[in-house]
């Protein structure tokens, strides 16, 4: 019977081997899915980080930008909304000039540049954030 006993234990024991060898390779096979998960990720937050880095590029040369042509316009305003407004308004006064001159190449012209500044305004106010 010890006999028995003892070849039932060390079966008992070979098989518990196996189970545990399989949940360790199983455990192992899932570690290495997160690592490679991990890693496309990593590479997904440094891509990230990349464009980040060159938006904050574009914003600042978009502010430098701003600031020359802002100051070209002798405006102090730097809310875009504001700044819309201005334009709006300085177009509507132009426009109405522009209604009793008499008719030229340049005027033509002129009343050109009104309505593709007053369509330039409508698509930039589009952008703005709605609140």
Do not use: F, W
């Not at 096979?29 to 880095?53: F, N």
């Not at 407004?85 to 050109?112: G, I, M, W, Y």
């Amino acid at each position: 019977m010890e006999k028995i006993e003892l070849l039932c234990a060390g079966a008992e024991a070979l098989l518990d081997r196996d189970d545990y060898g399989q949940e360790s390779a199983s455990l192992l096979d899932r570690a290495d899915q997160l690592l490679v998960e991990a890693g496309r990720g990593a590479e997904e937050v440094d891509e990230l980080l990349q464009a980040a880095l060159g938006r904050e590029q574009e914003a600042s040369a978009a502010d430098s930008k701003a600031e020359r042509v802002l100051s070209l316009a002798e405006t102090d305003l730097r809310d875009p909304a504001q700044v819309l407004d201005v334009a709006d308004a300085t177009n509507r006064q132009v426009r109405a000039v522009l209604v009793d001159e008499q008719s030229s190449v340049e005027v033509r012209h002129l009343k050109l540049r009104v309505r593709a500044a007053r369509d330039k305004i409508q698509s930039l106010r589009s952008r703005l954030p709605q609140s």
